[in-house]
Each structure stands twice: as C-alpha cells, then as structure tokens.
C-alpha cells in the first residue's frame, strides 16, 4: 500500500489554523480572570466538552478494556488532570507569551521520559538538543535577574505532566482505537478534576460558562486540524510552523492585555523549539517511529 503523497503548502495552511486555535484558547481563559479557581475552570471546560466525544461513544461501547488499561488510562489520566489544572493556574499568573514558550518543553520531557521508561537510546545529538531546551528554558526565567513567579514554577510541572500524559498514550495507541483514547482521556480527566472542582466551587455566570464552552471547541477544533496536517505532510515540515504561535501570543499579549514584548521570552522559546524540531528531523531521518511528538501535540 502506498502513502499518499505529501503535501506540504496543505500541511502548512493547517498547523496555521492549529496555531489560531490554540491561542484563541489560552486568550480565552486569560481573559475570563482568576475569579473562577483553576481546577474549576479547567473541570467546567472538559465537562462542557464531553458533547464532542458522542461520535465516539461506538468505539467505546465496542471496547472490551482490561484490568491492565483501565489502570493505564487512569494514571494518564491523572498526569492530565495535574497539567491541566496548573496550564489553567499559569494562565492567570504570568504574560501569555511566557506561557506559550514554556508550554513547548513537554516534547522534551516525552524525549528524556522515552530513554528512561520505554528504552529509547539518548544520542550525543539528542541530548545535546535537550540542553539546548533547557538554556532555553533559563533564558525565559532568568533567575537571579527576575523573580520566578508561582506561575512559571507551575508551567515547569505542567510540562512534565502533559509529557507523563504523552508517553502514557504512546503506550495505550498500540492497545485501543485512537476514538477510545480519546474519549477515555477526556472522561477520566472529568472525574478526576471534580473533587479539585468542588472544594473551592464558584457559581459561573452564564458569560463565563460560554467561555469556557468556546475554550473547549477552540481545543477540539485545534486538535483536529492538527491531525489534518500531520496527514498532509510529515511533521518535520509542520513542527517549525509552531514558533508563530509564540508570535500570535506575544501580539495579543500586547495588543489585547497590554504586556510588554519581552524578548528572551520569544529568544528563549525559539531555543526550546528549535531543539524539539531538530530530535524531531532526527527521529525522521533515522526511519526509526516517532517518540517525540510535535509541540501542539501536548496542548490541553
């Protein structure tokens, strides 16, 4: 059977739409305020979103999970739910721009996670693609020049998080249908985040639910158009396409809640992005299966 051919000017168009999506996201959410805990707000949106996942309620019928999976599927569960609720804590904390850039170091995290606990090999080059990223990764939090704020320290865990939440459907991808993945991660994620909800509960204004309801289908909408690009060209053409979100975050950052252009913020990001599109080129010029996913792919 024969792949189909590659076309990367579609691939492009796509990861452009993904990137819109995405940052209409963290907007979304940066706009709404801290009045709304984080854990609720993170809880409201996945349960708003659940309406998205009643195509793939025969998939999920039609999946026979064993004791094995289900515990799979919990513990990503709960790494996701810990990513989540601290993306949705930074978001409130810290510039957008600094939130974008960060967000990119979760494909490193998955490349280190896959040498430690799924016996991937750590080439000189790989790794030093990974010190790369975390020079990166200073030059955003410059500690000793600024303080790091709870935000930034919050970032740094989502990241390992949504990496934990990655290596884990790596796993599950070869055991159960994409559809059921999918779904199970968005129900487990739901029970998980309701005791974290419901400690602190804040009645939500109907303004703050359509919120969180536009957040959930930006996030849907990012994901699909992701895949429409990854079917159109392979992801060494559109991994680099993602350092303009980090442009479309610094503009509306801006343009919209008047932070300052903070320039190791964007130069720190394009380390950490240049890093994961080099292992990312590597882990195709090798033939060997992708372990690192690219940038959009750790998004909530």
Not at 40 to 68: C, I, K, N, S
Not at 103 to 110: E, F, S, T
Not at 204 to 217: D, I, S, Y
Request: charge should be positive.
């Amino acid at each position: 059977m024969t792949s189909s051919p590659s076309r990367p000017l579609v691939a492009i168009f796509w990861m452009l739409v993904t990137g819109f999506c995405f940052v209409a996201v963290t907007a979304l959410v940066k706009y709404m305020g801290d009045r709304i805990p984080p854990a609720e707000a993170a809880f409201l949106r996945y349960l708003l979103g659940l309406v998205f996942l009643l195509p793939m309620l025969p998939a999920l019928r039609a999946a026979h999970l064993t004791g094995r999976q289900w515990r799979l599927f919990t513990l990503r569960g709960a790494f996701h739910t810990g990513g989540v609720i601290l993306w949705f804590f930074a978001m409130t904390r810290i510039p957008i721009a600094e939130v974008t850039a960060m967000n990119y170091l979760a494909p490193v995290y998955v490349s280190i996670g896959a040498a430690l606990f799924l016996g991937e090999r750590l080439a000189m080059r790989r790794i030093a693609a990974i010190a790369v990223a975390l020079i990166g990764t200073a030059v955003i939090l410059r500690p000793g020049f600024r303080e790091v704020a709870p935000g930034h320290i919050a970032m740094l865990f989502c990241a390992v998080s949504f990496a934990g939440s990655y290596l884990l459907a790596k796993i599950m991808a070869d055991e159960a249908k994409p559809a059921v993945v999918v779904a199970m991660l968005s129900i487990v994620v739901t029970i998980c985040l309701a005791p974290f909800a419901l400690a602190n509960w804040v009645w939500p204004t109907g303004a703050e639910l359509g919120l969180l309801f536009l957040v959930a289908c930006f996030a849907t909408a990012g994901h699909y158009t992701m895949t429409m690009a990854f079917a159109a060209a392979p992801v060494t053409v559109t991994q680099p396409v993602t350092f303009l979100q980090l442009v479309w975050a610094v503009l509306l950052g801006v343009l919209v809640f008047a932070e300052p252009v903070d320039i190791w913020v964007i130069l720190g990001g394009a380390l950490i992005l240049a890093a994961v599109s080099f292992i990312t080129w590597r882990e195709a010029v090798l033939k060997r299966r992708p372990i690192t996913p690219p940038s959009p792919a750790t998004k909530l």
